[in-house]
Structure formats: structure tokens, C-alpha cells
């Protein structure tokens, strides 16, 4: 089950919200919760779901044991479980990354042959994962204080609006929340009205771009002009940031329905001035976990380094953040491609930028993220000089491919609306218009019950596309 799914929407959700909001005591909300979320996941993850309940054991009773050491003032012994927690916690992890890119099953190659084999990567595995590092590094480092309730501790790894693509969410994001369910009516209405704005990217919007990138690069490298190119590289860079954050505000408008603030996730990345500004705006929950939970004690550890430090250290950071993504030649080469040019901009390139007006600063930023889309999207490395050659106009195809002959050209008007979106126009538009006087939000709600009508009917003649992201 996913979260644009019709099942979703008028079967799952109102009997899960329904059940929630009638009980009127935590622990039962909890339960609900709990239920609810464990038959989502199971949806679509019947055999992997039994990995999810391991891992909510296993971190409940890490968890609890770390911090019992901590507070008995054993160090060593502390550190250690957390250490051993933490191993544990990415080993299935790293297992199933190796399992998706190996011809052969991984648990074959290190003869447990025995065993079944793996047939898909289970989803949400990397939000979840790091989600319990998280609350183990922080009962460790006693920021926060061990969850004794295993439901509680659950909903925290498991709950279903942020299970299969996040964001990322530390305890602290949620942990008074779930000691004290509590609903309103403001949060149930503005986390509707998040949801559908979601929905709408994702299937009015997201999905449609599809078809352009699947059109575009479907084709031979060679076969493509540069406009061709261009044209199918803006509808990825948009189909992708339009689908990612779909899902993530319809994830954050579920959690303000049933009382969670749970953190945001990006802040309009393609208004960046810089590739740097750029990474403090996408996917910021990922960001924030590696610049936490790596980048810093790298810094503290490497104090003493007079040379490179900085730089070094943001290479690794990127090459995890490639890794992360896949173990693949196309995510590792997107990351090293994203640190480099991070480095450069921390060690001068950043001075210059802000020397240039900011139209040029705005160029600078997307083409250069856009670039790096190409590494993303092509899985294939023998590719990606043949589509640079496009998109600079050193082709010179044989079949005369063009917008109107692949059908893409009516899709023009998606990819404009598409990057209004990208920017905060829309957004603050609403926000001055409504705060003004009731009857514009009256207006706004009556637009956004068309977008909801117009994104179920879609979906009822289409079907439901998967997430992009939901593949991490």
C-alpha cells in the first residue's frame, strides 16, 4: 500500500483516523497507531515486515540497556553496546544494498547457500535504519532518555505516514507526541490540506513527467538533440523533486492529522544559490543525519589535521550519500560529483559566487544540479558522455526525434506549472491571500477539494505510480 493509493485514501486512512481520534487515552492511540501501521507496511512487505518487528525489538531493548549503563555511569560498557547496536542496526542495511547489485545472491557468495535468496529490497529499509542509529546514538550520548514502551518505540520506527520514504526523524521529533497523543481540529484541516497538496504533485504532476523521461531517456544517447536533451533533463530534475517532496508533504500531513510534527524535508532546493545552498535544501532530514551523526565527528576527530580536513571530510560525506543511494557506479560518481564541487565552493568558489548577480547564481546552481541528474538517472556509465555531448550540441543524430514526434510537446505546459511549484510563489501567494480573510481560505479549500477530485480520477483511470525514492 501506498500513500496515493485509492485503498489508501478511502479505506485505510478514515478507518485508521477514525479508530485514532474516537479512543481518547495515549495508550490506545498508541495501539491504533501501532496496528495500523504494521498492516500498511505488511500491504506490501508481508516477509520484510518481519525485519521491521526485529528491529523495533532489537532498539527498544538496545536502547534500554545503553542507556541502564550510561546512568550507572559504565562508559566503556555504554559505548560499547552502542557501538555493537549500531553495527547491528546497519547490517541488514549494507546486506540488502549488496544483495540488489550482485548477479548472484550475496548470501550464496558468502555460502549460506542454504538460505533463500533476496527478491527485493525491502521498502523504507534506509529511513527506518537510520532513524534507530539515531535514537541509539542519542540515548548514548544522553540526549534523550531511553523509550520503556515498546509501543511508543515502535510508532517511532514504524509509523506509516514516514515508513517507506521518511523524512528521517530523530526521537526528539516525535517522542513527546506519542507520550501525549493529542488532535485538533486546526492540525486534522492544515494536515489535509498538506496531503492533498502532495497528492496533487505527485500524480498530477510527478507522474505525467514520467512520461517525458521515459521517453527521452529511453532513446540512444546518439539519437538525441540538444533540445531533446534539455527538454527530458528538466522533466526529470522536476518529476523528481515534485515526486520526492510530494510524498514528503503528504507524509507531513499525516502526521499533523493524528498530532506528529514531523520535520521537514526540503525548502525549495531549486531556488539555491550555490550547489551548497542547494544541499541545505534537499532531502534535508538525510543531510542533517549525515552532517550530525558523521560529518561533525569527523571534524572533532580530525581537529588536529591542518590540511584538507574540511575537504576530506565532505568527500566521504558525499561518497556515503552516493552509497546510500545505491551501490552503484551512477550514485557513487553523483556523490563524488556533488562533494567536489562542494569543495570547491568552501574552499574559494563561494566567495566568487556572491561577487555575481543572483540571476547568474540561480543559474549556476541548477545547471550544475541538473548535470548531476544525469549521473543519477543513468544507471549505465557508458551513457552518460553521449548525453553531455546532447546537451552541448555535439551530436548529430541520424533518426530526426523531436518533441512532436515523440508526443512529449503537450507536456510543455506540466513542466512550466511544474516549476511555479518549484518556487515559493504559490505558497506565499496562499499564505498572504488566506491570512486576509476567511472567504479566500473558503476559496482555497474549494480549489483544493478540485485538485483531490482530479487526483482520484487519475488515479482511477491510470492506476498509482510508485514513489521514486521508495527504490532507497
Not at 557468495?109 to 527478491?119: A, R, Y
Not at 514516514?162 to 506519542?178: A, F, H, M, N
Not at 591542518?306 to 556515503?320: A, D, E, V, Y
Not at 555535439?394 to 510543455?412: H, T
Amino acid at each position: 500500500m501506498v500513500l496515493s493509493s485509492l485503498h489508501f485514501i478511502f479505506i485505510f486512512l478514515p478507518a485508521a483516523f477514525f479508530l485514532y481520534a474516537v479512543l481518547p487515552f495515549s495508550w490506545w492511540r498508541n495501539l491504533i497507531l501501532l496496528s495500523a501501521s504494521m498492516v500498511f507496511y505488511a500491504w506490501g512487505e508481508p516477509v520484510h515486515i518481519l525485519l521491521l518487528i526485529g528491529m523495533i525489538l532489537f532498539n527498544w531493548l538496545a536502547g534500554l540497556l545503553v542507556h541502564k549503563l550510561a546512568s550507572f555511569e559504565k562508559k566503556r560498557a555504554s559505548k560499547l553496546a552502542a557501538i555493537l547496536s549500531v553495527i547491528i542496526n546497519l547490517t541488514p542495511l549494507l546486506f540488502f544494498k549488496l544483495d540488489a547489485v550482485t548477479e548472484i545472491s550475496f548470501i550464496e557468495k558468502i555460502g549460506l547457500g542454504g538460505l533463500p535468496s533476496v527478491d527485493s529490497f525491502p521498502l523504507g529499509l534506509s529511513f527506518y535504519t537510520f532513524s534507530a542509529v539515531a535514537y541509539i546514538i542519542d540515548v548514548y550520548q544522553q540526549e534523550i532518555q531511553a523509550d520503556g514502551n515498546i509501543f511508543r518505540m515502535a510508532n517511532f520506527l514504524g509509523m506509516f505516514p514516514k515508513i517507506l520514504q521518511g523524512p528521517i526523524t530523530r526521537y526528539q521529533d516525535v517522542g513527546e507526541s506519542l507520550q501525549l497523543t493529542r488532535i485538533n481540529i486546526d492540525g486534522v484541516s492544515a494536515g489535509l490540506r498538506r496531503f492533498i497538496v502532495g497528492l496533487a504533485k505527485k500524480v498530477l504532476i510527478a507522474d505525467y513527467l514520467a512520461r517525458v523521461t521515459g521517453k527521452v531517456f529511453g532513446l540512444e544517447t546518439t539519437d538525441l538533440s540538444a533540445g531533446l536533451a534539455w527538454y527530458g533533463l528538466a522533466a526529470f530534475s522536476l518529476q523528481l523533486y515534485l515526486d520526492f517532496s510530494g510524498y514528503t508533504d503528504m507524509a507531513i500531513g499525516l502526521g499533523r492529522m493524528f498530532g506528529f510534527t514531523l520535520p521537514e524535508n526540503f525548502n525549495f532546493p531549486y531556488m539555491s544559490r550555490s550547489v551548497s545552498d542547494f544541499w541545505r535544501r534537499w532531502h534535508m532530514s538525510l543531510v542533517n543525519w549525515l552532517r550530525t551523526y558523521i560529518f561533525m565527528p569527523l571534524e572533532i576527530a580530525r581537529r588536529k589535521s591542518r590540511h584538507f580536513r574540511l575537504q576530506s571530510n565532505i568527500l566521504i560525506i558525499f561518497l556515503l550519500t552516493g552509497l546510500w543511494h545505491g551501490f552503484a557506479w551512477n550514485f557513487i560518481i553523483w556523490g563524488l560529483y556533488s562533494g567536489i564541487i562542494l569543495i570547491l565552493e568552501a574552499s574559494f568558489l563561494s566567495r566568487w559566487l556572491k561577487k555575481i548577480p543572483v540571476i547568474f547564481q540561480h543559474v549556476y546552481s541548477l545547471v550544475l544540479v541538473a548535470f548531476g541528474w544525469v549521473f543519477f538517472n543513468l544507471s549505465d556509465p557508458g551513457c552518460w558522455s553521449g548525453f553531455f555531448r546532447a546537451l552541448f550540441g555535439f551530436n548529430r543524430p541520424e533518426k530526426a526525434y523531436s518533441l512532436r514526434s515523440l508526443n512529449i510537446l503537450a507536456f510543455l505546459p506540466l513542466l512550466v506549472v511544474g516549476a511555479a511549484v518549484s518556487t515559493p510563489l504559490v505558497k506565499n501567494a496562499y499564505l498572504r491571500l488566506t491570512e486576509k480573510s476567511a472567504v479566500f481560505q473558503i476559496i482555497a479549500d474549494v480549489l483544493l477539494l478540485g485538485l483531490l477530485v482530479l487526483s482520484v480520477g487519475v488515479l482511477l483511470a491510470s492506476g498509482y505510480q510508485a514513489f521514486l525514492y521508495s527504490e532507497f
